[in-house]
């Protein structure tokens, strides 16, 4: 189940904090991956913990249509995106 009062319009990206492990075939740039501690291709993250990615102006992907697969299956308004505001709002 997803809310339609969550958009990705007036969110800080707190799913682009996360690890993004990279399987199968992902179209991302090999200048946007690195290889994990524990030997899995992940997202590159900058050294404050956004996704390289992550436009930091406009707050949104640089390479959207080019997304690894678990940011697409990250849905916008559901209980794992509801979760990751939650606690980055308790950060605060």
Do not use: H, K
Not at 19 to 31: A, G, M
Not at 76 to 87: F, K, L, T, W
């Amino acid at each position: 189940m997803t809310t339609t009062e969550i958009t990705c319009d007036s969110c800080d990206a707190a799913c682009c904090r996360l690890q993004v492990i990279l399987v199968d075939d992902n179209r991302v740039p090999e200048t946007m991956t690195e290889q994990s501690s524990w030997g899995g291709e992940v997202m590159l993250r900058r050294d404050d913990g956004w996704c390289t990615a992550l436009d930091r102006t406009t707050m949104l992907c640089t390479i959207y249509d080019d997304r690894p697969q678990i940011c697409r299956d990250f849905e916008m308004g559901s209980v794992e995106c509801i979760n990751e505001r939650d606690a980055s709002f308790s950060l605060l």
